[in-house]
Structures are given as C-alpha cells and as structure tokens.
C-alpha cells in the first residue's frame, strides 16, 4: 500500500545551520505532496506543497522538491532559527480506492541559540 | 478567523463512559476527517467525510462513531472508552481535491483511565 518514510528525530541542530529532514514515499498513483508544520500544543499547518513531478514548493525559507525519480520529497532550509523548532510531518494526497492522505511519522526539530 | 474549532481541548474519561467531540469549520469546505495522533505513530485517520451527508471509515474505524450534522459540523463519539483510546485527536477540514491542504484544529487532549 502507499506510505510515507520520513527520518527519525529528534534533530537538533544550532541556530543558522543547514537543515535536511528526509521523506520518502510509495504511491501507486500521482500524488500530491505536502510537508506540514506542528507547533506544541497546536494542529498541524501547511508549510509547503508540490503537486506534480519537478515542481518546487517552497514557504518561510522552506523548500522541498517533488522527485518522482527517487520518490523523495526531502525538506530543506539554508539557515534555521530557534523558532523553527517544531514537528515536521511529510503527507501525500492521491485518488487510488478513494481519497486518501497519508501522513509520516513526524520528525521533531530542536534548534539551539 | 476562527478556522477550525474543537471542543473541548482537554477531557478526562473513566473506561465506559462515553463523550462526543466537537468540531466545526466556517471555510465552507466540503471535506471533514477525525484523526489520532499517538507518539511516534504521526496522524492516524479514524473517520471521514468528503462531503455533507456522506461518512467513509479510515484506517482505526473501531470503537468511534461520526456525525455530520451539517456542512460546517463534524462530531466524533466514543460509545465506551478504552484505555487504548487515550491520544490527541484532530478535526481537519478540506476543499476537496487531491491538491488540497487540509486545515487542523488545536486538538482535544482525551485520557480515558
């Protein structure tokens, strides 16, 4: 069946270095694909989106790029600050049996001043 | 903007009793879920509805119930808690379509002891 693989947290990294959290993904189908964002103690929030192979999402200095090759969808950022430090949740959307989002595991980002 | 609102945010429940969760959207979406989020287990979808007057069971269906009442409304019931049951549920809500985000609550904490 479908599902998201992304890497396991917590991450912890220092205020302006370079972040990559990893998602992967299997769809029988074309998926739409998304990365949300869980502050403590709220719901989860849009961060970005792709909906088709190649394209770039991007938010907030966030990016992710949809690879159908590799089936990735792997999240970046060029410099974090201690108020990224969150629940990042990768999800894909598709049509296979009806509609269907399948969310990852969630990957905990901690980002020290 | 309101968004998405639950109720309540916070509930405790002996084994047995039952309780209804609240949820309710004013972004004339068509689309409403109940998910559950468990530690290290991302978002588990228990029950939704692509639209008014329809419900389709997701993938933890098992000792829940769902209402919707109206195009804005979407209620959850526990009939006979169950210790397992203790999580953080989430109503989301959604346009429909594959490219769509879906919009979150701020959860209700439930512990059933």
């Known amino acids: 069946g479908n599902s998201v693989t992304q890497m396991e947290g917590p991450v912890t990294l220092s205020e302006e270095a370079f972040l990559t959290i990893n998602c992967t993904y299997t769809a029988t189908g074309y998926p739409s694909l998304f990365w949300y964002v869980q502050y403590p103690g709220e719901g989860l929030q849009l961060l970005l989106k792709a909906t088709k192979a190649d394209d770039k999402g991007s938010n907030k200095g966030f990016e992710a790029t949809y690879r159908k090759e590799t089936t990735s969808f792997h999240l970046e950022k060029g410099s974090v600050q201690v108020s990224d430090s969150a629940v990042y949740f990768c999800?894909?959307?598709?049509?296979?049996?009806?509609?269907?989002?399948?969310f990852g595991a969630g990957t905990r980002l901690f980002v020290k001043a | 903007n309101a968004g998405v609102t639950q109720t309540p945010k916070f509930q405790v429940l002996k084994t047995g009793q039952s309780m209804t969760l609240q949820c309710a959207q004013d972004m004339n979406h068509n689309s409403m879920y109940w998910y559950r989020q468990d530690p290290g287990m991302g978002l588990r979808l228990i029950y939704y509805?692509?639209?008014?007057?329809?419900?389709d069971k997701g993938e933890v269906p098992n000792g829940y119930n769902v209402s919707r009442l109206n195009k804005r409304e979407f209620s959850l019931r526990l009939e006979s808690a169950a210790p397992s049951q203790t999580s953080v549920y989430f109503c989301?809500?959604?346009?429909?379509?594959?490219?769509?985000?879906?919009?979150f609550g701020d959860g209700t904490r439930l512990s059933i002891l």
């Open positions: 989301a809500s959604s346009k429909q379509g594959i490219n769509q985000p879906q919009h």
């Open positions: 999800a894909l959307s598709e049509i296979t049996g009806g509609f269907k989002t399948i």
């Open positions: 509805s692509a639209s008014e007057g329809t419900t």
